[in-house]
């Protein structure tokens, strides 16, 4: 089905477009074809079909320049009859285009045959395609707390907020972990000061979120009746099980809790808060707004766009230019699910089969309850998604304002609004920009068996390029997602990017921790983990579709600026042929710059620099799992670095080798190594 844009408000009531046959393809350039009442240009099949579209033209228009085509649904509907014979270019001028429902890219709009499908933007025009609404009417709601209100559509409660271009923050209340005792079934005020929560209004609405060591978990609250805080299930339970939980992080000192979602939480500048039955928004505004001026928006779609064909009939050739995509917000926390936060926008979700009877003591540091559910952690749905296409390009896009992951290539079935995944080859992402996100920027790949172990050849991700890209300012609510994440997937190559202002990782490659490795890992046989004990989790003979990953040439910066676990570039499991060569590496608050993690392996470290942190390699000695080899075969050769260790398991007898690398006396850095510094990012003969 094609999806509408606001201001069609008759969009699904369009006529049906009969299948009128192009002329030959060799019809001269000025000839026409009627295409259900529109007259569109046809050229001969070297030269592209021209559809136009404006937001000040009309769906009565012929799509041409004089007279193009008002929404995105018309445009797409006249490039499913073109496509089958020619290359088709839709241009979009400068301006706003709304969406009142998510895009449903197919098979049907790509290029057919071997044309091309090209959505780009008009010669100095810079289009946005967006999920939101301008929110405007400002009145003063309390002059003393300077907290302003407007009037918003009933019903609509989204999680995020911009105003001026920026963030903002949900209502929110930093609240110590000493002031509760964490039970299974929620929690129990210890400190009277916090008694006031049991007479908020809207209880049902507020959200319990708790970092800890790598993880951002969510829970929301049932009800609070004097003392005890009650949670919503299967949330809470299963934010209780695992490893770095709310019960029990990995580290107390660093773990932070916040209550979140009411209006008596509404205190600092720049804070915000929604009445979805009243249809009020309060915002209280930071120095040097004018409510009067500012822009301000508020989010009415979870994503903007899925595009996925079958694994029989992929999307093929179809590209984004110069186009930006703004304004979602995933909704899936705000339920009783919660958000039980696994690693980088992995999840646990559903009822778990065996759940312990006292999670806090028998499953906060793994169980085999948790290890069933490993194979079957859902990942956040990206705000434009791609699956089963091969030849899906993205070339000076802007990523903005998105309340998720930006842009998800090849992700699980749940991640894809399509219902398929995985399957994505040849997709590249060239020369744009991500920027102000509450979610990581890009994730590639899946997390479940048939991602690392595909039963068919098509559903395997591969080739994927993400280059000379500009990444900044993401993952600021969803902040244990790394800025750009690859799971399972082969020769993958992520190559002169600028990647900044990340609370967790710069960039994650790999999944699984060994355990999907040929051999499996001797670590997860243990009792506490009992992995391979559990139903439906095998040792594979064969390797996982991980592999000849090349990360190169990137700057990588201001990352890790809330969590310690991780590094700014960071490893796990099985990759034959991985490259990670001549990244410039720096300001990193956790001071690990590369960091290989459990059953890491065959990966080369070549001539990185990194600047006050260190290289680090984990072999799960912890635990008395020393004698098992899954962390082997890693060398670091040629780097440079001034800060850190060179620390982990570095020895003969995992076959993890040091070799040549050197430290540096402050910024002293040798000729070679300042070639590699300015050599990193976005390559300036390449920048528009």
Same mark, same amino acid.
């Not at 996925?308 to 703004?326: E, K, N």
């Not at 000379?468 to 690859?486: G, M, T, W, Y």
């Not at 990017?497 to 990782?505: C, H, T």
């Given at each position: ?45 070297? *030269? ?131 002031? *509760? ?508």
């Amino acid at each position: 089905m094609l999806l509408g844009c606001a201001g069609a408000a008759n969009a699904q009531q369009l006529p049906p477009m009969p299948d009128i046959p192009l002329p030959p393809r060799n019809s001269g350039p000025d000839t026409h074809a009627a295409f259900g009442g529109i007259t569109l240009p046809v050229a001969p099949a070297a *030269v592209p079909v021209a559809i136009a579209i404006s937001p000040a033209g009309s769906d009565d228009g012929d799509g041409s320049i004089a007279h193009p085509f008002r929404t995105l649904e018309r445009a797409q509907q006249a490039v499913r009859r073109a496509n089958r014979t020619h290359s088709v270019t839709v241009t979009l001028a400068e301006g706003l285009y709304p969406l009142t429902v998510p895009l449903r890219f197919g098979a049907e709009d790509g290029g057919q045959d071997g044309n091309v499908v090209r959505w780009q933007a008009a010669p100095g025009a810079h289009p946005r395609i967006s999920g939101g609404s301008a929110v405007t009417g400002w009145t003063l709601a309390d002059r003393a707390r300077d907290i302003w209100v407007a009037d918003v559509p009933r019903g609509l409660d989204p999680r995020h907020f911009w105003v001026d271009g920026r963030m903002a923050q949900r209502a929110q209340v930093q609240i110590p972990r000493k002031a *509760v005792e964490i039970t299974a079934t929620g929690m129990k005020i210890i400190d009277p000061a916090w008694g006031f929560l049991a007479g908020l209004p809207d209880q049902s609405r507020i959200e319990v979120e708790h970092t800890g060591f790598f993880t951002d978990r969510r829970a929301m609250v049932a009800s609070i009746e004097g003392d005890t805080i009650r949670m919503q299930q299967p949330g809470w339970r299963n934010n209780l099980i695992g490893y770095d939980t709310l019960g029990r992080p990995v580290s107390v000192a660093s773990a932070r809790m916040f209550l979140i979602n009411a209006l008596a939480f509404l205190r600092e500048a720049g804070q915000w808060y929604v009445d979805p039955a009243a249809g009020k928004l309060y915002y209280k505004p930071r120095a040097g707004e004018n409510m009067s001026r500012t822009e301000a928006v508020l989010p009415r779609l979870e994503s903007l766009a899925s595009i996925a064909g079958s694994y029989d009939r992929p999307v093929a050739d179809l590209q984004f230019s110069g186009i930006a995509f703004g304004y979602t917000s995933w909704l899936g926390p705000s339920s009783a699910e919660g958000y039980a936060s696994q690693q980088s926008g992995a999840y646990l979700a559903g009822v778990v089969p065996g759940y312990p009877a006292d999670p806090l003591r028998d499953c906060s540091w793994g169980c085999w309850a948790f290890e069933t559910m490993r194979n079957r952690w859902r990942q956040q749905p990206a705000a434009v998604q791609v699956a089963a296409a091969v030849r899906v390009t993205f070339d000076h896009a802007e990523f903005a304002h998105l309340g998720q992951i930006a842009l998800g290539i090849g992700n699980n079935p749940d991640a894809n609004a399509s219902g398929i995944g995985f399957g994505a080859a040849g997709v590249e992402v060239r020369h744009s920009r991500f920027r102000d996100l509450s979610g990581g920027a890009i994730m590639v790949g899946g997390i479940t068996p048939d991602a690392h172990h595909p039963p068919r050849a098509e559903m395997g991700v591969r080739n994927v390029v993400i280059a000379d890209n500009r990444i900044e300012n993401v993952s600021q609510d969803f902040k244990e997602q790394a800025a750009v994440l690859v799971t399972y997937a082969a020769g993958t190559i992520i190559e002169h990017n600028d990647v900044s202002g990340a609370p967790y990782d710069g960039i994650d490659i790999g999944w699984g921790w060994g355990v999907n490795d040929p051999g499996g890992s001797g670590a997860y046989r243990s009792r506490t983990r009992g992995y391979y004990d559990q139903p439906g989790n095998i040792v594979y003979d064969t390797p996982t579709i991980l592999r000849d990953t090349v990360v190169r040439g990137n700057r990588v910066h201001r990352v890790k600026t809330w969590f310690e676990d991780g590094g700014a570039i960071y490893h796990l499991s099985a990759d034959p042929g991985a490259l990670i060569a001549e990244n410039y590496v720096y300001d990193v608050p956790g001071a690990i710059g590369l960091y290989l993690d459990e059953g890491s392996r065959y990966t080369l470290l070549r001539q990185n620099v990194i600047d006050g942190a260190g290289i680090w390699l984990n072999a799960n000695t912890m635990d008395g799992y020393l004698p098992h080899r899954t962390t082997i075969e890693n060398r670091a050769t040629g780097n440079w670095y001034n800060g850190g260790k060179l620390g982990g398991s570095w020895d003969a007898y995992m076959d993890n080798r040091l070799d040549g690398n050197v430290l540096v006396g402050g910024a002293a850095w040798p000729q070679a190594a300042r070639a590699v510094i300015d050599a990193a990012g976005v390559r300036k003969e390449l920048a528009k």
